[in-house]
């Protein structure tokens, strides 16, 4: 019986510890190119399927466009949306 429990109890454990969700990381470009961003000294890849995003203000409201990726360059803020080091969404900030 204890035994059951204590197989139950590690793969619970298991289970919770592997992190499948996103997160969002804001920073400065380091820099860019077709395959990576560099932001705060680390890496992150594009994937075939990422979306690049402006986010800009009118008014009191934000609002968001597709945009290029070529026109992201070194200096500019970026919001990406990450599960591990892959890229879902880049989204440029207006200043």
Do not use: C, P, Q, W
Request: charged residues 30%.
């Amino acid at each position: 019986m204890i035994k059951k429990y204590f197989i139950i109890l590690i793969a619970f454990v298991f289970i919770l510890g592997i992190d499948r969700g996103h997160r969002y990381l804001t920073g400065i470009v380091e820099s860019i190119d077709s395959t990576k961003i560099v932001l705060n000294e680390k890496e992150y890849y594009f994937t075939k399927n990422t979306r690049v995003l402006r986010r800009y203000k009118i008014g009191r409201a934000f609002h968001e466009t597709k945009h290029s990726l070529r026109s992201i360059r070194a200096g500019d803020k970026v919001t990406l949306k990450l599960i591990a080091n892959d890229i879902l969404e880049i989204v440029e900030e207006d200043n």
